[in-house]
């Protein structure tokens, strides 16, 4: 650019060049000389500056994407080698190339970002929202009437308030129309959002889950304003007495919310939950009797994962925790009472000592286990814990199937094919 800037070349190639020069220059000053009324003033007029350049950058792209400068290097496209010569992320580079084409069809919202008027963000919500306007309306002034709209409403927004204002603009500059395809395209949104709604989770061996999720808009804002309840430092400085009021203020949003979602499922009553495997959704906590009773031990969950037995002490009282007080042998000293046969307390025992479908090689959880009876009650046997065990509903169904044989192996099953 140095050799190109002298009196002979292009005024767009002097400009970058003085403008460099006095950028450079002014990031040298002592700002501590400044006013506080000119340091506003500068960064609120620097942030101007910036979606000027934004602008005269764009426009360059746009010119070397019609002239395939990236030819003469044999690159893919202009973006590829924009994005090798600056070292941008190349996705980046071609968003912003796609940007660069859309700005070329929208005059009026160029011009506002050439003025500093708006941001570059604001200028990909206007375009994208406008060229993603049905093709077959019968006004063809209602684009221009769209784009217009959103340009007025980016002097007061944020791109993203601006973002959510797109999606309806065409309820606002044409009702006759809007109202209809906005309803319909809502209904198809919430629609997809509910089918595609996902969840992961996976121990990260340091004693926590992680996951993921996406879930529908209404459903996180019902998560949300449920944690944000937990999260309030009212009630965090109620729930934690030992910490002054303005230590909880300060915490990071992420670390209350955190705290919040672990008390909400603290607190969430597992009989009001669907059932599973026929038992109310409980976390069952394995304890011996004496790390119980002692300062000292630890727990173990159903699904084989340790936790203090402070913390199981201190959770055996609430509604989705069940404590399975265990002998010297491990035989089973409480579990509950129920009043039926194979109850919801001999299905918890089962799943504790059992842990996962009884038959050979099979690895289905309890939770999704069938209870068997080993000894038919339609033939005189009776629902008791020795006489029971865990199938998955397949080799449920196999040891009743009559061409099949049922071997017994010390507690597990196995079956083949009779001849």
């Known amino acids: ?21 006095k950028a450079r220059s002014a990031c040298g000053s002592q700002l501590w000389r ?5 340091v506003s003033t500068a960064l609120l007029e620097a942030t101007r500056l910036r979606a000027q350049v934004e602008a005269l950058e764009l426009k360059l792209a746009a010119e070397a994407d019609r002239r395939a400068v990236g030819d003469k290097v044999g690159a893919t496209d202009t973006a590829s080698w924009w994005s090798h010569e600056t070292r941008q992320d190349r996705p980046a580079a071609k968003r912003r190339m796609r940007l660069a084409d859309s700005l070329d069809r ?28 049905p093709v077959d309306l019968a006004d063809p ?23 959510i204002l797109a999606k309806h603009v065409l309820t606002v500059v044409a009702p006759e129309i809007g ?16 089918a595609n709604a996902w969840l992961t989770m996976a121990l990260d061996g340091k004693g926590s889950v992680r996951g993921k999720f996406s879930i529908p808009t209404l459903h996180g804002e019902m998560l949300k304003k449920m944690l944000l309840a937990f999260a309030a430092p009212k009630h965090q400085a109620a729930v934690k007495g030992d910490e002054p009021e303005d230590v909880v203020e300060r915490r990071p949003s992420p670390e ?15 009989d009001k939950l669907p059932q599973l495997g026929s038992l109310n959704a409980s976390v069952v906590v ?13 727990a173990t969950l159903e699904s084989g994962e340790p936790i203090s037995a402070s913390l199981a002490r201190r959770m055996a009282c609430e509604a989705g925790l069940l404590p399975a007080v265990l002998g010297r042998k491990s035989e089973l000293l409480d579990l509950g009472r129920s ?27 309890a939770h999704l286990c069938h209870a068997h009876h080993d000894h038919s009650w339609l033939r005189g046997g009776r629902t008791d814990m020795k006489d029971a065990r865990l199938l998955c509903p397949r080799h449920h169904a196999r040891i009743h199937d009559p061409r099949f044989e049922t071997t017994h192996h010390d507690g597990a099953v196995s079956f083949h094919m009779r001849t």
């Open 1 to 21: 650019m140095a050799k190109d800037s002298g009196p002979t070349a292009h005024s767009v190639c002097r400009a970058v060049a003085k403008s460099r020069k």
């Open 34 to 38: 400044m006013s506080d009324t000119e």
């Open 106 to 133: 929208h005059t009026p919202t160029s011009a506002a970002l050439a003025e500093g008027a708006i941001s570059v963000d604001h200028a990909r919500v206007i375009t994208e929202c406008v060229d993603k306007l």
């Open 141 to 163: 002034t209602i684009p221009e009437r769209a784009e217009k709209h959103l340009l007025n409403e980016a002097l007061d927004r944020d791109p993203k308030s601006l973002a």
């Open 179 to 194: 109202e209809e395809r906005d309803a319909r395209a809502l209904e198809r949104e919430e629609r997809e959002a509910r």
């Open 256 to 270: 209350r919310m955190g705290d919040a979602f672990c008390e909400l499922l603290e607190r969430l009553p597992a």
């Open 286 to 298: 394995l304890i011996d009797f004496t790390d119980l009773t002692s300062e000292i031990g630890r």
């Open 339 to 365: 009043a039926r046969l194979f109850s919801g307390a001999q299905r918890r025992g089962l799943a504790i000592t059992q842990t996962t479908c009884t038959a050979t090689g099979c690895d289905w959880p």
